[in-house]
């Protein structure tokens, strides 16, 4: 930004082009209407990006963006505004620039400093939450609600924004109850943020494999606001007044009691939280998680993409969990603080009716009857948004005419939210794996990343362990069963899946089975003392050729195959030897995979 990047974007240089005081001397297009973005924080950057191509293809426009300074989350601010490309003023510079419009989606700093005509979209699921101004906060006073209270909307007594973008009439009805004044600078626009989910809803499959869920599996997402209130902080929201740390308890909970083959878990946490503590402190409080499967969600580019992709969300009071129930998807409220809301804004009625969160029962039997039970609620679908897709056209309707310029010939489009990176979930952290051999060639397989059983749901069965070769636990490598790891087949550092197998097996004398897995439904596996075996699901279960379950598992059962007793148990070898015949058939689950064994072929065997 102007030459380098500031830790915050208040103290930039000036800028000399495309304006400034000699601009004229160096400007190619001098003669643009200027459109300014002010920026409070990362939250309220995002809601702007959303905009922002609805300016793309007009030459007769220049962009241009500035920041409050007013935030007291300024991390990462300086960095979003520099990738945009859009030429960065500095505050000071700003308020003295003549502009022809002014965008912003908060109410944070004097946006009242500003030439031109000023229009402020929210940047959450309209304004429902109540907070203090800067100058009230610690009076004792009772908080307005944020974007619709006097204290935020107007300046001696006058608005300070000349349109007031709102998504529902509801909210149109209580802006005009608290603050009359303003109630004429209301335009429903609907919301960009969430028409842009809709419209992606058609790929939700692509996400979800974008995320490493496979088929069968169930995509779970914890979803955080910030503040000590929320599911992310450490606040008292048991429900009992006993205190606790919900978001320490569930993750325990989550390793302790879901199988890593049926369920997938995904976290997606505010802004706020990330550049409040640091991204790298967030990635250090959970690292754990992270090994056990968890995928850490981008907080800019990925969280709508897994909103989409998700089965259930447990959350709290934040938007991003509203616009959850508002798509139909199963919600369960780990963290409901009502007295942070305004009580007549429609996420206060569904925070009093949504499912809760009981911190004494079984996690995954209350996910099970979200999923079995669920009816959407009618609310958040109404109130989320009037005017469902139109929010494109409405706002650049309202852009120009406050511009005073009519508007392109274009049909006005936001960005469709782009495909993930893929993030296959690569468990790291100890796996253990409790097997039931049901019958000839077909074993039973239930991985989980936490030491207690779970009550009621595994009896009986044998325990091993199964463990990536990368894990962090390297002094349960020699305690291991199973040692497996992923990567191509052709992977110059390992030599070849055979020459890994060997290696492993002499390596670490405790373990039985290493397996190598080389694709979405295959393996190498060798068992001691044997020959390296190509293990491959057969078609039919799953779509881009993925099985439905991580290939290691393969490994698993073949290992509780070889290892069972009982008085029809045939010598190790007879059973291998049966294996590489007929097959295994392994089930997670309620799934089952059916499993070809055979020899590795002489070209792959490599050692």
């Known amino acids: 930004m102007s030459g380098a990047r500031m830790t915050e974007c208040g103290r930039a240089r000036r800028v000399r082009v495309p304006v400034g005081d000699d601009a004229e001397r160096w400007v190619t297009r001098g003669k643009c209407l200027r459109v300014l973005l002010v920026v409070h924080n990362v939250t309220a950057a995002t809601r702007l990006l959303d905009v922002l191509p609805l300016f793309d293809d007009d ?10 300074g007013s935030s007291a989350f300024m991390a990462g601010t300086a960095e979003l505004l520099a990738d945009t490309g859009v030429p960065v003023l500095p505050w000071e510079q700003a308020v003295e620039t003549r502009v022809d419009l002014t965008v912003s989606a908060s109410f944070g700093g004097r946006l009242d400093a500003f030439s031109g005509t000023l229009a402020v979209l929210s940047h959450g699921v309209g304004y429902t939450k109540r907070l203090a101004t800067p100058d009230a906060a610690g009076s004792g006073a009772p908080a307005g609600v944020f974007g619709l209270a006097p204290e935020w909307l107007l300046s001696r007594g006058a608005p300070i924004a000349d349109a007031l973008v709102l998504s529902h009439p509801e909210q149109y009805e209580r802006l005009r109850l608290a603050c009359p004044e303003a109630a004429p600078t209301a335009v429903l626009a609907g919301d960009p943020c969430f028409d842009r989910v809709l419209a992606a809803r058609p790929r939700r499959e692509r996400f979800r494999r974008a995320l490493g869920v496979r088929p069968g599996q169930r995509l779970v997402l914890l979803n955080s606001t910030w503040n000590s209130d929320s599911l992310f902080g450490d606040g008292d929201e048991t429900g009992d007044g006993t205190g606790g740390d919900v978001v320490a308890a569930l993750l325990d909970r989550v390793a302790a009691e879901f199988p890593v083959d049926e369920y997938r878990f995904a976290a997606v946490l505010h802004p706020n939280i990330w550049h409040g503590h640091g991204p790298g402190q967030v990635r250090s409080w959970l690292d754990r998680a992270r090994r056990a499967g968890l995928s850490l969600i981008d907080p800019l580019e990925g969280w709508r993409q897994a909103l989409l992709a998700a089965d259930a969300v447990i959350g709290d009071h934040g938007s991003v969990t509203f616009y959850a129930a508002a798509l139909g998807t199963p919600v369960l409220l780990a963290a409901a603080p009502l007295a942070a809301l305004d009580p007549d804004a429609p996420i206060s009625a569904f925070m009093r009716e ?6 004494g029962a079984s996690l995954v039997a209350q996910i099970e009857a979200l999923l079995r039970d669920h009816r959407p609620l009618s609310g958040p679908a109404e109130f989320t948004t009037s005017v469902p897709g139109e929010s494109a056209a409405r706002l650049r309707r309202l852009f120009y005419s406050m511009l005073g310029a009519p508007e392109p010939g274009r049909p006005a489009s936001l960005k469709p939210l782009p495909l993930p990176g893929h993030e296959p979930a690569t468990v790291t952290v100890p796996l253990h794996v409790r097997s039931w051999v049901l019958g000839p060639g077909e074993v039973a397989i239930s991985r989980r990343t936490g030491t207690r059983p779970v009550p009621g749901r595994e009896r009986g069965g044998e325990l091993h362990v199964a463990l990536h070769e990368d894990t962090r636990d390297v002094d349960q490598l020699d305690l291991a069963d199973v040692v497996f790891r992923d990567g191509a087949p052709d992977d110059p550092r390992f030599g070849s899946p055979s020459l890994w197998t060997a290696e492993v097996l002499r390596r670490h004398q405790g373990c039985s089975v290493a397996a190598y897995t080389t694709g979405p439904s295959t393996c190498v596996a060798r068992v001691r003392d044997g020959e390296p075996l190509l293990m491959t699901a057969e078609p039919g279960g799953g779509a881009a050729g993925a099985s439905g ?22 010598p190790p070898a007879r059973r291998l030897a049966r294996a590489v015949s007929d097959g295994l058939t392994v089930w997670t689950g309620d799934r089952s995979h059916r499993v070809r064994i055979a020899p590795l072929p002489a070209p792959e065997h490599g050692g």
């Open 59 to 68: 030459l007769r426009v220049q962009l241009l963006a500035t920041c409050t």
């Open 354 to 359: 949504a499912p809760k969160l009981d911190p």
């Open 549 to 570: 379950v991580d290939p290691a598992v393969y490994a698993s059962a073949l290992h509780a195959w070889l290892a069972s007793e009982g008085p029809d148990a045939a």
